[in-house]
C-alpha cells in the first residue's frame, strides 16, 4: 500500500522569501512523486514529477524539489515566493508502474502576504 | 493541443435523482481516471478507464459507474444521489501508465 504525509496543512510565507512545502511518503514499490498545484475553482496542474532518475527534480514557475530514500521524503521548495504562488499543494505518489492510481496528500494551502 | 474539458462545470441536483458526468481527454491520451473531491476526505480515487475497459477501482459504492467510449471520451454516472456525493469531481487523461493532466473538474451539489 502506497501513502503521503503532507506535514502542514498552512504554510505562511512573504513574498520574496524562500518556500518549503514538506512531504512523506510510504510504498511498497519504487515509486514516482508528483506535486501537482491548485488554484482557487481551477482543476489540477503539474508542478513537477519524479520518476528514478535524478533525485532533484526542477518544475514550472521556479520550483524544484529532492527526492531523499533514506529519509522517504520529497519537499517541495521555491527560492522566492511570488503572490500568484498562493494556492494548495498536494504531493501524489503512484507506483504501479503501468497503472494510473494516483493516492494523495491531504494538501498544504500556502498563503503568500506582501 | 486543447487540455482535458469537462463538462458540465456547475450541477445542482437533488437528493435521489442520478447525474452524468463527461470528460474528454487530451487528444492522444487513451487513460481517463476519475476523482472525488471534497473537504473531509480529500482527493480520492474513483477508477481509471482505458481502451474502453474498467483497469482499476477505488473504494466506492456500486453506486458510482463508469464508461469509455472508443473516441476515449469518458463519463461517470452517480444514482441514487445523497448529499454526502457534493464533490468537485475531476477527470485526468494520460498515455497508459505515464502522467496525469487534470481537466477543470464538475462541481456537484446535492440539495
Known amino acids: 500500500a502506497q501513502s503521503v504525509t503532507q506535514l502542514d496543512s498552512h504554510v505562511s510565507v512573504s513574498e520574496g522569501t524562500p518556500v518549503l512545502l514538506r512531504c512523506n511518503y510510504s510504498?511498497?514499490?519504487?515509486?514516482?512523486l508528483f506535486w501537482y498545484v491548485q488554484h482557487p475553482n481551477k482543476g489540477l496542474q503539474l508542478l513537477l514529477k519524479y520518476t528514478s532518475a535524478a533525485t532533484l527534480v526542477k518544475g514550472i514557475n521556479g520550483f524544484e524539489a529532492e527526492f531523499k530514500k533514506s529519509e522517504t521524503s520529497f519537499h517541495l521548495t521555491k527560492p522566492s515566493a511570488h503572490m500568484s504562488d498562493a494556492a494548495e499543494y498536494f504531493c501524489v505518489v503512484s507506483d504501479r508502474d503501468g497503472y494510473s492510481t494516483l493516492t494523495f496528500g491531504k494538501g498544504t494551502m500556502l498563503l503568500v502576504s506582501p | 493541443k486543447a487540455g482535458v474539458t469537462q463538462t458540465p462545470r456547475y450541477l445542482i441536483k437533488t437528493r435521489g435523482q442520478q447525474v452524468t458526468l463527461s470528460c474528454s481527454p487530451i487528444?492522444?491520451?487513451?487513460?481517463v481516471s476519475w476523482y472525488q473531491q471534497t473537504p473531509g476526505q480529500g482527493l480520492q480515487f474513483l477508477f481509471e478507464y482505458f481502451s474502453e475497459t474498467q483497469r482499476n477501482k477505488g473504494n466506492f459504492p456500486g453506486r458510482f459507474s463508469g464508461r469509455q467510449f472508443s473516441n476515449s471520451r469518458s463519463e461517470m454516472n452517480v444514482s441514487t444521489l445523497e448529499l454526502g456525493d457534493s464533490a468537485l469531481y475531476l477527470c485526468a487523461s494520460s498515455p497508459l501508465g505515464e502522467t496525469q493532466y487534470f481537466g477543470p473538474g464538475t462541481r456537484l451539489l446535492v440539495l
Open positions: 487528444s492522444g491520451h487513451r487513460s
Open positions: 510504498s511498497s514499490y519504487s515509486p514516482s
